[in-house]
C-alpha cells in the first residue's frame, strides 16, 4: 500500500521559472556546474552547492559553503522567486522533451514506506554521501529535488489526470535545454481522495532517481525523533511518481582506458569464452538493438558481441547485460574489479549515442562498450528480489528539475 499526502509547498514564480528552475544536477561534471553558476547566479543551482564542486586545493569549508546556501536560498525568497502555495495538494507534473512525454503525481509520502520496502530500492547508497546530506537538510533545511518512482499504472489514477488536463496548467515553461514542463495543482478534496484511493492499491514503489535523498531523509528523520521533535515535516518525502510505461531508460555505456597487460588479438581471443564475436565495418556500426547485445569498439574497429545462451543466469541481477559485462569482460579479461571507483574504467550517458563513445575513443580511450538499456521490468525484478544493481546500470531521461517546489523542514 503506498500512502501519498497533500502538501504546501513554495512555488516558482511563473514569471522566474526558466531563470530559477536548474539543469538535470547529476548530468553535469563538477566543472559544468561551476560554470554555470558563474554565469547563471539566480538559479537554484546555486542553492545546492557542495565542495566536490569546486577545484582541489579551491575548496572552501562545508561551513563557508553551507553559510552561502542559505544565503543564496535568501535571495531567491527575497526576490519574489518562490510564493507559499494558498491550499495543500498534490501536483501533476508532466515532462517533454525530444518527442518523448511523461505524466507524474507530486506528494508527499511517509519516509517509513522507503525504510520498510514499500519504496524499492535499487542501489547501494553511501553512508558519507547521506550524512553530507543530512546536514544540509539540518542547516539549510530546504527540499527542491523529487525523489522519483516508478509504479504500475492504474485506471483509478490515470482518469484523475487526464481530467486534471482539462484545466490550463499553472504553470508551462521550456528550459534551454528543450526541455518543458507543466504543473497542476489538485486541491479538491473528492479528486485528492480518488487519488489517495488508487495509490492504495499501488503495493510498491520503485526507485529510479533519488536513493541518497531517500536514505538521508530517513535519517534525518531519526535524528529530529532522536532529539524529541515528534512527528513533523521530516517524516515525508518529497516525491514524483511516473507509471512504469511512461518512463524513459537509456544506457550508460562504458570506456575503459587501456587494455591492460594484453594486446588486442589476445583480448579478441578471450573474449569468445562467453561471447559471439563479429567484426563490423566502424563506419557501419550501430547501437544494440536488443537485449544481449553490445558494440564493442577497439581503437579504430568495432565488433558486436552477442551473450551465448549457456552464460545465462536466473539471477536478475547477474542476468543485466551491465552485469554480464562485468562479471566476464571487464573484471576477468581486462582486471577491472571495482566498477565504482577504478580510473581505467568511465561511463557515458546514453543520450550522446553512438558519438560519444567515439569522442572517448578520439580522447585516448582504448576501449568503449555500448550497452542495450535495462529495462524497467529488469529493474522490477532486482529491486523485488532485494537484490543491488552495478553501478550505473541506468540512465533516466528525463529528470524532474530543482527550483520548482520548495518544501522547508
Not at 159 to 177: A, H, I, R, T
Not at 203 to 229: E, I, V
Not at 287 to 294: A, K, M, N, S, V
Amino acid at each position: 500500500m503506498t500512502e501519498i499526502r497533500a502538501f504546501k509547498p513554495y512555488l516558482v514564480s511563473a514569471g522566474a521559472a526558466t531563470t530559477v528552475v536548474s539543469p538535470a544536477y547529476d548530468s553535469m561534471s563538477s566543472s559544468e556546474r561551476l560554470s554555470y553558476r558563474q554565469t547563471h547566479p539566480q538559479n537554484y543551482i546555486n542553492v545546492m552547492r557542495t565542495t566536490d564542486d569546486f577545484p582541489e586545493g579551491e575548496r572552501p569549508s562545508e561551513s563557508r559553503i553551507t553559510a552561502e546556501n542559505i544565503e543564496e536560498l535568501q535571495k531567491l525568497h527575497d526576490s519574489g522567486a518562490f510564493t507559499l502555495c494558498k491550499k495543500e495538494g498534490v501536483f501533476v507534473y508532466q515532462v517533454e522533451i525530444d518527442g518523448h512525454t511523461q505524466t507524474g503525481i507530486v506528494a508527499e509520502i511517509p519516509i517509513k514506506e522507503y525504510g520498510t520496502g514499500v519504496v524499492r530500492k535499487h542501489e547501494e547508497t553511501r553512508k558519507e554521501h547521506e550524512l553530507r546530506l543530512v546536514s544540509y537538510l539540518n542547516d539549510v533545511g530546504a527540499s527542491s529535488s523529487p525523489v522519483c518512482l516508478a509504479y504500475e499504472s492504474r485506471v483509478e489514477i490515470n482518469s484523475v489526470v487526464d481530467k486534471v488536463f482539462l484545466d490550463d496548467p499553472l504553470l508551462d515553461f521550456d528550459l534551454p535545454d528543450g526541455l518543458r514542463q507543466k504543473l497542476w495543482q489538485i486541491t479538491d478534496a473528492d479528486t485528492l481522495a480518488q487519488l489517495r484511493e488508487g495509490f492504495s492499491n499501488v503495493a510498491a514503489t520503485y526507485l529510479t532517481d533519488g536513493h541518497h535523498r531517500a536514505a538521508s531523509t530517513l535519517r534525518y528523520a531519526a535524528d529530529c525523533h532522536a532529539k524529541g521533535k515528534g512527528d513533523g515535516p521530516w517524516d515525508y518525502l518529497l516525491v514524483v511518481m511516473f507509471p512504469a510505461e511512461q518512463l524513459r531508460v537509456l544506457p550508460f555505456n562504458r570506456c575503459v582506458r587501456d587494455l591492460g597487460s594484453i594486446t588486442e588479438d589476445q583480448l579478441l581471443d578471450q573474449i569468445k569464452t562467453h561471447f559471439l564475436l563479429e567484426p563490423v565495418p566502424a563506419k557501419e556500426s550501430s547501437l544494440p538493438q536488443r537485449r544481449g547485445e553490445f558494440l564493442m569498439l577497439v581503437d579504430d574497429h568495432a565488433y558486436q558481441l552477442t551473450r551465448r545462451t549457456d552464460s545465462e543466469s536466473s539471477s536478475p541481477v547477474k542476468s543485466l547485460d551491465v552485469s554480464f559485462l562485468q562479471d566476464y569482460l571487464l573484471a576477468p579479461i581486462l582486471g577491472i574489479q571495482d566498477a565504482r571507483g577504478d580510473p581505467r574504467l568511465d561511463y557515458v550517458t546514453g543520450d550522446s549515442g553512438l558519438a560519444g563513445l567515439i569522442q572517448r575513443s578520439q580522447q585516448g580511450w582504448r576501449l568503449g562498450f555500448a550497452c542495450y538499456p535495462t529495462s524497467m521490468e529488469e529493474l522490477m525484478a532486482v529491486a523485488d528480489a532485494g537484490e543491488v544493481m552495478p553501478p550505473k546500470s541506468t540512465c533516466f531521461d528525463p529528470k524532474p528539475r530543482s527550483g520548482l517546489f520548495l518544501k522547508m523542514s
